[in-house]
């Protein structure tokens, strides 16, 4: 019996210096993250400064010089560039230094392939994976007829990458027509939750800040935790009953990432979409991360994007318990961490449970704020209608009286008209 070994990619990362915003180091130590979490090898960096990318070559050329001996020199069979590249870029690199060359974009489709689990997600990744290659089929050259393993080979697959333009629009044109059938699902299901009338909230952050251990803390959903990047794709929606009464829906949303590519955002929209049509935002922060402050900026710019940021939001500082340790060990400085766009920040640990007292009451004074105060006296004949104010609102008192049942409560807005 002959065992196979998996193709395991050694690659070298590569980034332009010109965004004042990030250090490229930062930005690459994240790349090499999502490299590493795609199953790839990491041998060294290499950053170019210059005001931008070369339009043919992405790199200069005496830079590709340089890196084509050093890919030669560790023996690296694959190149990884923090951007995207476009398809001359990709052509012009891969003919220059004789190897594999990656993106940004490319790694990023590889992940959400290997972590796609139910039919909606494996369509929406097939579907920004194929957008992806369609523009490239000349830039990918013979790569594509080439059988084989590693980063870029999942999803779709290699006959389907083989295929000519022609094949590849009517593949997406299925995908995007299967895709509106599992929307038009999820807006049934939509529609079923604003006739209950319950309050929803998006929990939305960076990817890796603690999402899903959040979610399973207060609701036991079960879903994957994971110390990686994009570990669960598939937004999961479960029930919480708030310290008062108030009954609300929890959504874990897919995580954020600078560059998100385009691509993901279009095929992913109705899942992003969780975050635009909820009525309050959570929005966690991994405490413990140096970039935590620049994180919170592309979560923003995100959250605009998808029209999602003028909602209520309570912004966790979550890890404190990752922090502390880091604190004792000297590896960290006390972060200053302020956001002043949100309604509430408190300090918290979804591992440990920290803080998530705190929280829950916060979310429940921002419902509150949003819900009607009511007073008054139910004929007994109207009974029935205190189950609403129950299942709704936050019923405070409850008097059974000779005129019928007196009452006080708050109530969605949705419910006051129908009592």
Known sequence: MHEIDEIRDRVILVGIASDQTLDPAVSLAELEELAKTAGAEVLTYMIQNRERPDPGTYLGKGKIEELKELTQMLDANGVI???????????NLQEMLQCKVMDRTLLILDIFAAHARTSEGKIQVELAQLKYR??????LGKSLSRLGGGIGTRGPGEKKLEQDRRLIRERIGMLKRELREVERHRDVVREGR????????????????????????LTDAGVLEEDALFATLDPTTRAL????????????TVGFIRKLPHHLIESFKSTLEEAAIADYIIHVVDASDPQALIKMQVVYETLHDLKADEKPVITLFNKQDLLRIQLAEGTAEIPHLKDLRADY??????KTGEGLDAFLGA????IQSRQILIERVFPYAEAGKLALIRKHGQLLEEEYTDEGIRIKAYVPPAVYGRI
Do not use: F, W
Request: charge should be negative; glycine fraction near 8%.
């Open 345 to 350: 920040s408190i300090p918290v640990s979804a």
């Open 134 to 139: 369609a523009s490239r089929l000349t830039g």
């Open 363 to 366: 979310l429940e004074e921002l």
């Open 194 to 217: 604003k006739k209950n009338a319950r309050p929803t909230a998006a929990i939305v952050g960076y990817t890796n800040a603690g999402k899903s251990t959040l979610l399973n803390h």
């Open 81 to 91: 560039c923090d951007d995207e590249l476009s398809p001359a870029q990709m052509s």
């Open 241 to 252: 009953k708030l310290p008062g009464g108030t009954d609300i829906l929890l959504t874990d």
